[in-house]
């Protein structure tokens, strides 16, 4: 149903926790979102009123979904090409259009659309045989990064191959002759870090501040904003690069930008890129709570063409740690301790089922104590998943 | 549809903008919520999925909505005393209790306990026929404000009598002598405080900052967090008081306790008790950008009694400007303007379609500048309300 007023439907294809984490901001501005969900109790759809369910990746689906809105973006990566174009056809406005979009998709198009703009990144090779691994290895050394091109998140679609062996069952996969697989170095990095831009159509940009990203078996579950101990040169650097790439590549709404901090001959701060997400990102999460505008509230106001918001942080540190699936089904009794030992936790959960490992929530804290401040949101989450019981 | 993990539905009867603003902070928890809603298209209804429409004077309406509600809690004060004596013996949850809600949905009856408790009032008295308004305006003089003990909001159910002819309409509407009226002294009021704290059932209670209202022809229209030149005795006097009426009244949820503040005969300040709301309340919207735990969360946390969040301002100043109806119907497009200007605004806009004096939305803003932030929150909102356009 639209709402009085003039206000726009922004549709999100994807009802995962970032469409659904769109929905508190988008009803304090008035604005209505619709999701195109997977499931009726999809994430998004458990608390978005216009939440039609269907497919991704499929043609009709996504088309009549859209007739209801006024611009439509994404939950997630994984729309097919064809689907996409369908959209551009019928006239939808999409943010990020399908010419930015590809550069997030497929991680081959990424490494050679980014070293063409001399951005520092890892080296790296197309492989579509034993031949291509072992020249890169070659050149690389091993253990070498081996990526699908497409369809990977959470450490999915990643290998990292000892030797040739390692490499032999993916590369017997059929299709990887013809797409090809993404070979990288193995990056000896000192931690990583994400910068969190957007973008509007018209051009607009702002930035929150660099943070660090922990991974823990290839999923982030830690995200420190600021990245701490920092240098301001490297800062500046990377901030800059991140708005570059969503300028030269065209991105609209938000973009991450996630990087390796590496250190030179000369043991100077430098980073290389590791990976695109053109949407709100995980990296991000802390903004909800930390900052003025969050990127929720961000990436609606750019893919709407309204004037981004201010992103500064309300204090000096904001913390986020993932919450992930334990062997508990049962997390809402979890409240009761973890609220009473810290008031000012800002807990989100996603209203998906539990799965070992599944990303099902986060919390956020703020404050002036680093150190304090990872004890709090690291112990608020381990209580939720079920790890600690005091 | 349920949620996954355990996690309990909460009914809210009414479909207004403070169930609607509701809905943020549940999904960010987890939690469900469900509206009785009037319309529809009712605020909340256009961003609840669970959104049944129905009467809350109608019994079998009430009981049916909330026989899918682990709890039950309100709106608006209006909900008649059958309808909460059904859902009492129904066996239903309700916070605020109906022992308690009586005092906010009852103008005499609160005058009436809080003089008991010693509570500083206006002069007041109920008056059923001429002769008692004759009797009170000897004491306390003219003017006297007149208010129906039943149904009123935003000035509306006040009246300013300046002389036994302006009482002599009220005093012959069918019902007066029965239920009677409140005649109120005009207080001599320095301006108007609100103190907002919660309670929750186990008797947890947390108080946020006593705030400044400012009332434009009786309805709230701007409110400084925290009050600004505030005496720290009467400060902590005013929030003390309120968290005794809490207590005493067995509130559970959030209070707001409407105050004037006055001078004593040798200039001292004090307060008189105003009026009193059981619910989330307009002195309590800066709180969702001004605080760690907003009044929509903490009201949640408390009708579950689950332990309430850290209510400390980020900043040292939040100021709130009330957005109300105009004359033009379109509000979207002033967005271009307001959020260039301003990009740290935070417009919240509830849906509902444009009356004049409607209340239809807020703008808050933080930082240090108590002046700047007043023209900023006053500026935005006027030029969404359409009365500036520049």
Redesign the interface.
Known sequence: ?R??????VVGIIGGGQLA??C????????I?VSVLAEA??ASA?????S?PVGSHADVDAVLAFAAHCDVVTFDHEHVPAPVLSALVAAGVPLHPTPEALVFAQDKLAMRSRLTEMGMPCPRWALARSAADVAAFAEEAGWPIIAKTPRGGYDGKGVLVARSADDMAEWLSHEGTEETGLLLEEKVDFVRELAVLVARSPSGQA?AWPVVETVQTEGICTEVLAPAPDLSPDLAACATESALRIAGELGVTGVLAVEMFEVRDGQGQPGFVVNELAMRPHNSGHWS?DGA??GQFEQHL?AVLD?????P?P??RWTVMANVLGGSD?????A??HV??RD??A?????????RPGRKI?HVNV?GEDLGGLRERAGHAAAYIEGRVRE
Request: proline share 11%; glycine share 14%.
């Open positions: 149903m709402a009085p007023g003039g206000f726009p659904r984490m929905a508190g901001p988008a009803a304090e501005l008035g209505t009726p109790d759809a458990l608390v978005i009123p939440a702002a909800m003025v505008t106001r309204l004037p981004l918001g201010e500064t309300h204090h089904e049962e997390l809402y009794s409240y009761r609220m009473a008031p000012g800002k807990v989100h959960l996603y209203g998906k089922g539990v929530g703020s």
